[in-house]
């Protein structure tokens, strides 16, 4: 499609001066940034995506300071994504600006995941609620096209403040929240996290948030997606958490992974209310444009149902594992599981009957929380989409309704029953 958009002198200028004196930490994100949200990332005009691939050129020669070097390449690495022909899921939710905890980092680091996610939780959905209410003040002009009704705005804020409140809570930053009206408190939330936010996390705020188009409902989409994907990140740490724990018969550590795990997904469940408050209009208007992106391609989510158990072999060479190479391969490679750390442990004869019982509930909660996930993530498919395919190349929800009942363990029962998060 030709971009033939007028451009603003001024950013082709602030670009073109920083391509001749090439500095880290004075990269004109602002000016790009407005370019990309005037029309949506589908439209940016073909001379500032020339300008910006010029940039990335001259990345290998900027060495210092690295925080900014990487900041600048990740943000390339979403900014140009449909330019190099290689968008998707993760570029679309630039997921590599968010630098989440991963299970490659050292296992030591697990027990601070959670306050890591808890943070990045309540920055992204109050900034998707600080954009609700700016709307609303008139502060704002940006993503002008079907703006929701006031009912339908009021109904988000309740779901994301059900959402972080116990986030927020355990960051204690839930003392000022003293206004009855649900946009007043929203707002007093906002605050509240804007003002214990560093510098360079206001910043990836702004980096992460660059729409397809101009469509209002596509902001709480993008920032929903980033929450859930946090919340998989953590849970994968966790589990593999769990998993080392029980190998190493560290039968508390275990169960608190496995604890800490069930209420993650739990605390996550009004995000899928909070997206429910998307108008479908919106949602089919804009998705003409992220084909290609699709959270089958969730690193993070693949990983986590793989270390609960080794996906059977017709999963493993389905579209849900041959969309994450990099997973499924560690899966060919001999990937330990919960499953397999749990059986062999009773195996051993080193558990107590009682803390075998207890490790055996905590998985059976863990893997319920995973059914609710899939039933409602199922729901609120067939609610946007209806028979419409998927965006990343299945039918759609035929295939969201038969993944629903796959087993999230072998070593303990969990009955599987049509229940969904509130
Ligand atoms: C408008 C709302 C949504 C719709 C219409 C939708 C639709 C779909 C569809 C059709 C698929 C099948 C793969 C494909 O062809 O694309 C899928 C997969 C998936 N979606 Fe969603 N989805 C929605 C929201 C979400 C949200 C908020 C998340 C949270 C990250 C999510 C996570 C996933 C995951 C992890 C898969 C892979 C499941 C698997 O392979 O077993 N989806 N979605």
New binding site residues.
Partial sequence: MPFTRERPETTSNAIGDWLGDPDPTSFPYEQVLREYHSGGKHFVPDELLRQLADVRVLLPGLARPWPHVETLAFFLDTALDKADGRYDYRSYLALPLLRLPSVQDPVEQDLFARSRCDRLTVQLVTDALAFESAVLDGSTDWLPRMRPDLDLVVKRCKHGMRAIKPALARMALDGGLDAAAPLEQTRQACEAVRADMALDERRVLRLTMLPVDTVHDEHV?LR??QT??T??ALLAVQLRGAMEALSGRVVERALHFLAGSEAALRESGP??SM?AT?QVES?RTF?QFTEGA?????RN??IV?SLCREPDAERLDS??YL?VPEVRGTILAGQRTLDGAYREAVGSGDLSEADAARLADGMRSFARALLRW?NT?YR??????GE??????????P??NA?RE?DVFRSVDTPWEIVECR
Avoid: D, N, W
């Avoid at 699709?294 to 969730?298: C, F, G, K, T, W």
């Avoid at 419409?388 to 929800?397: C, D, E, I, K």
């Fill in positions: 989409f929903v997606l859930f994907e919340t998989f995000l899928f997206l998307m949602f998705r699709s959270a089958i391609q969730s989510y693949k149902e579209p849900a969309s899939r993530h609120l498919a067939v609610r946007m989409l419409a395919p998927g965006t990343g190349y299945t039918a759609g929800t295939y969201l993944v796959i």
